[in-house]
C-alpha cells in the first residue's frame, strides 16, 4: 500500500512538472515589436532600453522596427551598449516598412542586433562624422568594425560606412552579410528566429520618452537655453520675483539637461553667457551700445557652437532665427530699461519731495495739507494761510515738511 502510494506521488509530481513546463512555454508564445522612427534622441534610447529590458525579463524576443535618418552619438552609444549587453539571441532589427532607411546612428543599432533584416528598397549607411574629422573618423570606424564582428558580421565593410560614408540596398547588404535576410512581413521574421505564429505584442512609447524627445533636440535645447537667459535677465530689471524670473529658471535646467545629452562645444557656452552679461551691462551702464554690440556677436558665435553632434546639426534658420529675435528683444530691454531709469520714482518718500498741494488750513507752524486728493498733517517754519499752494521739502514720518510755493 505505502509502495503504491510512493509511486503515485512520483507520477503526479513527473505529470504537474510536465504541465507546468507546457504551461510555460504557451505563455512565452508571443513577441514584443516597438517602432522607432525619426531621430535617434534620449527619448528613443531609453525607449528601446526599457523594451529590451522588458523582453529580457520576459524571455522573449524583441523586434524593433526602425526608420531613422540618424541621432545623436550619446543616445546612439546607450542603445548599442544596451544591446551588446544582451548575449542571447533576442534582438530583430528590422529596416522597414518599403523604402525607409536607417542611416548613420541607425546603422550602428542595426550591426549591434542578433538579427539584422531589411525590407525592400531600404537603405543603410552613411555613418560618416560632420565636419570630418580623421581622428574622430578612425575611432568611430573602429567602434562600427568591433560591434559588427562581435555579431559575426564583417568588420571591414562595417568600417566602410564611416570611412567612405557607404550607403547599401537589401540585396547587397544580404550579399555582403550585413543583414540575415530580407523581410516584407512579421511572418518571414517570425519565422526565421523560429517562432512561426506568435503572437506580437507592441510596446507604446511612453509620456515620459515623448518629453524627453523634445528636450534632446538641439534646436529646442538651444531656445530653452536662450529663453531661460532671457527670462533671467527680465527678473534683474524688474523688482520682485515674478514670472519671467521663476519660468526662465525653468527653462535654463531643461536646457541644462538637453546640453548634458548633447555633446557641446564648452567655449560656445561661454560665449552665450559672456553676451548676457555685457547685454544686461548695456541696460545699467549709459553709453553708445558698446556693451550691447558686444554682447549680441558674442551670442551669435555661441548659438553657432554650441552643437557639436556627429550625425546632427542645429538648422541654421532656426540658429538664426533665434539669435535675431533674442537681439530684438533684448534691444527692447534695453530701451525701456533707459526710459524707466530717466524717470522720476513713483512711490515713496522720493515721490513726495517737490510735489505741490494746497494748504486747507493755517499753518503756524502745523496745519492740513491736500496733496493729490488727500489730506495731510504738515508743518512749515514759517506761517501759510489757508489757500496757498506749498511745495512739499522733505517728509518725516506722515509728516510733510512744506513751505510756501514761491511765485513763477
Not at 201 to 213: D, Q, S
Not at 262 to 267: A, F, G, M, T
Request: hydrophobic share 50%; with cysteine; proline share 3%.
Amino acid at each position: 500500500m505505502n509502495k503504491r502510494i510512493f509511486v503515485l506521488a512520483i507520477f503526479l509530481i513527473i505529470l504537474g512538472c510536465l504541465a507546468t513546463t507546457h504551461t510555460g512555454e504557451a505563455q512565452q508564445d508571443f513577441v514584443y515589436s516597438i517602432k522607432v522612427k525619426g531621430t535617434i534622441d534620449a527619448g528613443i534610447s531609453n525607449f528601446i532600453q526599457k523594451s529590451i529590458d522588458r523582453a529580457e525579463r520576459d524571455n522573449v524576443w524583441l523586434i524593433i522596427k526602425i526608420d531613422t535618418p540618424g541621432g545623436l552619438l550619446s543616445a546612439t552609444k546607450e542603445i548599442v551598449d544596451k544591446m551588446m549587453d544582451v548575449e542571447e539571441n533576442r534582438i530583430v532589427v528590422w529596416v522597414t516598412p518599403q523604402g525607409r532607411w536607417a542611416y548613420s546612428a541607425g546603422t550602428y543599432i542595426l550591426l549591434a542586433s542578433h538579427v539584422a533584416a531589411m525590407d525592400s528598397a531600404t537603405t543603410i549607411g552613411v555613418a560618416q562624422p560632420r565636419p570630418e574629422d580623421p581622428k574622430f573618423t578612425a575611432a568611430m570606424a573602429k567602434w562600427i568594425g568591433e560591434v559588427a564582428e562581435n555579431r559575426g558580421r564583417p568588420k571591414e565593410i562595417a568600417e566602410l560606412f564611416v570611412t567612405q560614408n557607404l550607403a547599401m540596398g537589401s540585396e547587397e547588404a544580404l550579399d555582403n552579410k550585413i543583414i540575415e535576410l530580407r523581410a516584407h512581413s512579421d511572418a518571414e521574421i517570425l519565422s526565421y528566429i523560429g517562432r512561426p505564429g506568435a503572437e506580437i505584442r507592441e510596446i507604446e512609447m511612453g509620456v515620459f520618452e515623448k518629453v524627453l524627445r523634445v528636450l534632446s533636440d538641439p534646436n529646442i535645447v538651444a531656445i530653452l537655453f536662450i529663453a531661460g537667459l532671457l527670462g533671467i535677465l527680465a527678473e534683474i530689471t524688474t523688482p520682485g520675483i515674478g514670472v519671467p524670473g521663476i519660468a526662465g529658471v525653468i527653462c535654463l535646467l531643461l536646457a541644462f539637461w538637453g546640453l548634458g545629452v548633447l555633446k557641446i562645444d564648452y567655449v560656445g557656452v561661454a560665449l552665450i553667457l559672456l553676451g548676457v552679461v555685457l547685454i544686461a551691462a548695456e541696460i545699467f551702464t549709459p553709453g553708445f551700445g558698446v556693451f550691447g554690440i558686444g554682447g549680441g556677436v558674442a551670442l551669435i558665435l555661441g548659438l553657432m557652437m554650441i552643437n557639436k553632434e556627429p550625425w546632427v546639426e542645429v538648422a541654421g534658420d532656426v540658429a538664426k532665427g533665434v539669435a535675431i529675435g533674442l537681439l530684438a528683444v533684448f534691444a527692447v530691454f534695453i530701451v525701456l530699461a533707459r526710459r524707466a531709469m530717466k524717470r522720476p520714482i513713483a512711490v515713496g518718500r522720493e515721490a513726495m519731495i517737490g510735489q505741490v498741494g494746497v494748504a486747507t488750513t493755517d499753518l503756524a507752524p502745523d496745519g492740513m495739507v491736500r496733496l493729490k486728493g488727500e489730506l495731510w498733517r504738515a508743518t512749515s517754519e514759517k506761517r501759510i494761510r489757508e489757500g496757498e499752494e506749498v511745495v512739499v521739502k522733505d517728509v518725516k514720518g506722515l509728516v510733510l515738511i512744506v513751505e510756501k510755493r514761491g511765485k513763477k
